[in-house]
C-alpha cells in the first residue's frame, strides 16, 4: 500500500510546486511589465470593461495596484477601491485622479450608505472568508456584480483543492 501512495504524494507535491511557480510568474511579470501582465489577463480586462457603462459609480474590491482601477475610470464617473494590503494601499495613493478614491479596509467590515452601479473584484472572492454573506450585503448597495474567480476549470486550483481535501463550494 505505501508503494501505491509514493506517486500520488509526488505529484500532489508537483502540482503544488506548478502553482507556487505560477504564482510567482504572475508576481514577476507584473513587477517586472505590468504592461505585458495587462496584456495577459486582456479577456478580463475585456469582460469587466466592456460590462462598466459609461458613468457608473464603481466599488471595486482589491484594487492592488490600481491598473484595472485606471481603465474602469476612463468609462466611469466614479471609483472608490477597497484595499486590504496595506503596501498595495500606499501604491494607490500616488493615483492622482479625483474621480478615484481608495481605502485601506477589510471589506467584509467595511459599511458605507454610498449606491453603487457596479462592484468589481477580480481574484479577490476566493480570498473572503464568507463570501455569501459579502455577496449578500453588496447586493443591498450594488446593481451589478462582475466577478471572476478560480474555480473547478483550473486545473492547478482543482488538483490544490483534492491535495488538501478542500470540497468545492
Not at 10 to 25: D, G, N, Q, S, W
Not at 64 to 81: F, P, T
Not at 107 to 116: C, L, N, P, Q, V
Not at 121 to 145: F, G, Q, W
Request: proline fraction near 4%; aromatic fraction near 10%; charged fraction near 30%.
Amino acid at each position: 500500500r505505501i508503494t501505491g501512495l509514493a506517486p500520488r504524494f509526488f505529484l500532489r507535491k508537483i502540482v503544488f510546486l506548478c502553482f507556487v511557480f505560477m504564482e510567482l510568474a504572475w508576481y514577476l511579470l507584473n513587477r517586472i511589465d505590468p504592461a505585458k501582465a495587462l496584456q495577459y489577463r486582456k479577456g478580463t480586462i475585456d469582460f469587466v470593461i466592456g460590462n462598466i457603462r459609461e458613468g457608473e459609480r464603481v466599488l471595486e474590491i482589491g484594487p492592488a495596484e490600481g491598473h484595472l482601477s485606471g481603465m474602469i475610470i476612463e468609462k466611469a464617473k466614479y471609483l472608490l477601491g477597497v484595499e486590504i494590503d496595506k503596501k498595495y494601499y500606499q501604491k494607490l495613493l500616488a493615483i492622482k485622479d479625483s474621480r478615484m478614491r481608495f481605502i485601506n479596509e477589510d471589506i467584509e467590515g467595511y459599511a458605507t450608505d454610498e449606491i453603487f452601479d457596479s462592484a468589481v473584484l477580480i481574484h479577490t472572492l476566493e480570498h473572503i472568508k464568507d463570501p455569501e454573506r459579502l455577496l449578500s450585503r453588496l447586493s443591498a448597495s450594488v446593481k451589478k456584480i462582475i466577478i471572476e474567480s478560480p474555480g473547478e476549470a483550473d486545473w492547478w486550483l482543482g488538483c490544490l483543492k483534492s491535495d488538501l481535501d478542500i470540497p468545492a463550494w
